[in-house]
Structure formats: structure tokens, C-alpha cells
């Protein structure tokens, strides 16, 4: 017999309800039997404050319930308006411990990263440092996690923003960095184009990797905007989406990793994002800038963009970035010359795309 065969006859065995009560009475490791609190002790850590919450979770370590609760029972006390965020940011320790410490329980894996965006959110407005969370101890769990629910999209959103707001300074972009994120983001990207939210925190998360690197020779990087550009076309009426997808697009295409048979396709792309999207000023410059720089790798002009006639009408102030375009595609910024992205047949903008969604 075979060994994967062997294998399947095993775990069969091990389910078999007679079979399982047996290695259960002698207490054997195949099987893991859920530990529960004594009966009526939850009820404790139900409105107590953060002391008494910390001391019930060091005493049942074990118990998936008990520290799932006691989670939840601190992010209730976290979004209260009267709380002091240091005190919260003290409390990384035990939480991520739970996390590590039952990483085969969904619950205690969604409370507790509720809990770390709650309180990461928090204590960016009030502009505090949010390092901590970049140390080892800490990017390990999120790693673990990552890895460990692939396929678990509200978890895999909650950690991915954790890396996106982590990644607003550059001490954790490092760290991030050198844990091989980047490639990670990718994964996720391409497993998960359909979900927004996933969408603009992974692209967060490879803007700032790439913008603040200045050595990226070991990632993918004409994967890496490929997978984007599938990103953006899939996500073009949701501005802050394709606004985080452009801001990535931008970052990858100065390091030169545009095939030329890509070109045109992407300008496309780029142009239609900057048509469905006038007035959101964070997307037109960094469009801008992505088109600009597309036009200087190419070393010759994009038919598609030869004259003014592809110009979309802006309805925010001329940036340098816009002027930067407006001086590769040597066209006029005089309103009188500037036209919808109208006259553009949809088809064109559209379609060129969809080799790269066949090609994942």
C-alpha cells in the first residue's frame, strides 16, 4: 500500500468516533480536546476593566474561549473616547501572544487582529509611533497568520491593512521588507483581485516598499505590475482603490520593468483611471507621474498619445506632475486644447487588459 493511501486509511481511523474517545481516555496528542472555563467564571471578564481582563487571560492561557473574550472585552474598553492610548499599547504583548498561542482558532485569530487595527488606527491619528509593531516577536505573529489562513479574506484584510499602516514608517517598511512581504502582497493580490478592500491595502503595502527601497533587484517586478495593472482595470470606479492602485503602478514603473509591447496598454489604462476619476488629486499625479515615466523608458512616443485629442479635462489644479506629462507628450496645458477622454473608443482602453488576466 501506497503511502499517501496509508495516510488517508489513518485519518479515517483517527475520525472514527470509537476510535477517537479511545485516544482521547488516554490522553493521546492525535487528538486536541477544546478546554472550556469553569462554569460561570466568563461572566467575570464580561465588564470588567483592563487588570482584571489581563489576570483572566494569564490564568486560562489554554482556553481558546477565555482569550477570545477577553480580547473582545478589550477592544470595547479600546473604543471608548476617554482611554488613554498608552496604556492600550501596552497590551501588544499579551494579545499577540494569545494569537500565537492559538493559531489554529479562527475566533481568537479575528479578535485579536480587530483589537491590533483598532488600536494601530488609534494611535496614528494621534500621530504616535506604531514601530512596536515591527518587531520580531510582533511581524512574526501577522506572518504567521498570513501564511497560516491564505485562503481566510477578513482576516487576511485585517493584516494586510496592519501592514499598510505599519508601513508609514520606514523603520517597519525595513522589517517588512526583509521578511519578504512584497512577495506575499503579490500572492494575495492575485488570489484576491476581486475583493477592493484587499486590493488597496496590498497595494498600499508595495507602494511603500518600492517608493522607499533602493534595492529591489530581488522582487518580481514585471510580475509585480502586471498583477497591478489587473488590479487597477478590475477595480477603475473605485477611487480610493485604483488611487492606491496608481500610486503602486507609479512606484514599480520607475525601475524600468515595462515590456514595450505593454506600453500603449497600460498608458490606456492609466489614462482611463485619470477619465472615471478627475477629481481625486492623490490619483491624477501619480498617474500622471506613471505616464510621464512610461513615456521616458519607451524612448519614443505612444501613437495612442500623440496629440492633445487623449487629454482628459482635470478638474484640479495643474501639478508639476501634470506639467511633467504635458512637456513628454509636447502638448499645450491652455484649456481651449484640452478634451474628454471621450473621443477615446472604450474598447481600446478596455480590452488590451485581458491578455494579463488570462496569463494568472
Known sequence: MSFPSLLLLFRELVDHPFVRDCLILAGSPLIKVKKH???????????????????????????????????????????????DIHTFLG???????????????????LAGYSFLLELTGRALGKNLKVEMLACENILGCLLN??????????LLWMICTLFMMMSTREAAVEALRKAGVFTDMLTILSNFAHNKNISLACCGVI???VANGTDVAEYPLKYAIEV???????????????ESACSAF???????????????????????????????????????????????????????????AVWPKLKIERTGAYEKLARC?????????????????????LNPMKIHTASL
Not at 145 to 154: F, I, K
Request: hydrophobic share 40%.
Open 145 to 154: 497568520s498570513m501564511r497560516t489562513y491564505s485562503d481566510n479574506e477578513g
Open 91 to 109: 497590551l501588544l504583548e499579551p494579545v499577540t501572544c494569545a494569537i500565537n498561542n492559538h493559531m489554529d482558532s479562527p475566533e481568537v485569530q
Open 228 to 242: 497591478v495593472s489587473i488590479i487597477l482595470h478590475t477595480h477603475l470606479d473605485d477611487g480610493e482603490t485604483a
Open 329 to 349: 507628450f509636447n502638448v499645450s496645458l491652455c484649456p481651449c486644447q484640452s478634451t474628454s477622454l471621450a473621443d477615446v473608443p472604450r474598447d481600446a482602453v
Open 250 to 308: 507609479w512606484a514599480l514603473s520607475l525601475h524600468g520593468c515595462i515590456d514595450e509591447a505593454h506600453y500603449e496598454p497600460y498608458a490606456l489604462l492609466l489614462l482611463e483611471a485619470l477619465r472615471r476619476h478627475p477629481a481625486r488629486p492623490v490619483l491624477a499625479k501619480n498617474a500622471c507621474l506613471a505616464l510621464a515615466s512610461l513615456l521616458r523608458t519607451s524612448g519614443k512616443p505612444l501613437p495612442i498619445l500623440r496629440n492633445g
Open 37 to 83: 472555563v469553569p462554569v460561570g467564571l466568563m461572566d467575570i471578564v464580561l465588564d470588567a476593566g483592563i487588570q482584571t481582563v489581563l489576570e483572566f487571560m494569564m490564568s486560562y492561557q489554554e482556553i481558546e474561549e477565555a482569550q477570545e473574550k477577553s480580547i473582545e472585552r478589550l477592544l470595547e474598553l479600546l473604543k471608548k473616547e476617554d482611554v
Open 207 to 209: 507602494w511603500s516598499l
